[in-house]
């Protein structure tokens, strides 16, 4: 069993089609482990809850959050299915970054950072992980966002569970490509 496919499956299905695999997600996009286990296991006999945990667990992105006793379990964020994942209002650092790819530049320079499909604008904290996000979408292109102004313009920002800088737009006038 491959758990690098298992876990972008779960991704898949965590947030954005419950629907795949027979399972709902609740306003704050809990989902039942055992409904989960149940779903995943009809096309990959042998799921179980070892493997789920381990999956949770060795996720380098941190993606999947299970409640205290185990019987619900979430992706932290991503979502496009709308949900409430409790997120905490905090002030960013001075500077979050954004990596892209070079396609995408004319349209982010044009409209600025908007969430498309997702919740959120998804920003990082750092250069180097901005970078890697990029270089999943071709040539890499990487934007200093103005985070500290924006907030001190009213703008919101939470931070997920796993590091995740979350806004809901970043207009143009606070980009700067690194």
Not at 20 to 38: F, K, Y
Not at 42 to 50: C, Q, W
């Amino acid at each position: 069993m491959n758990l690098t496919n298992l876990s972008k499956y779960m991704s898949l299905i965590l947030r954005h089609k419950p629907e795949a695999i027979g399972i709902s997600l609740d306003e704050h996009g809990w989902a039942s482990v055992n409904d989960l286990i149940c779903g995943i296991e009809k096309n990959n006999p042998g799921f179980n809850m070892d493997i789920l945990e381990q999956i949770v667990r060795t996720d380098s992105k941190h993606r999947y959050s299970f409640n205290e006793d185990k019987s619900l379990i979430r992706a932290n964020q991503g979502h496009s299915v709308n949900v409430d994942v409790e997120l905490k209002e905090k002030e960013p650092p001075e500077y979050l970054y954004h990596g892209t790819g070079e396609k995408y530049v004319k349209s982010i320079n044009q409209d600025g950072l908007i969430p498309k499909s997702r919740l959120y604008v998804h920003l990082s904290k750092d250069i180097k992980t901005a970078e890697n996000v990029g270089k999943r979408h071709g040539k890499e292109v990487v934007y200093r966002i103005n985070s500290g102004q924006m907030y001190r313009d009213g703008y919101k920002f939470y931070l997920s569970e796993n590091g995740i800088w979350l806004t809901k737009e970043v207009p143009v006038k606070y980009l700067e490509i690194m």
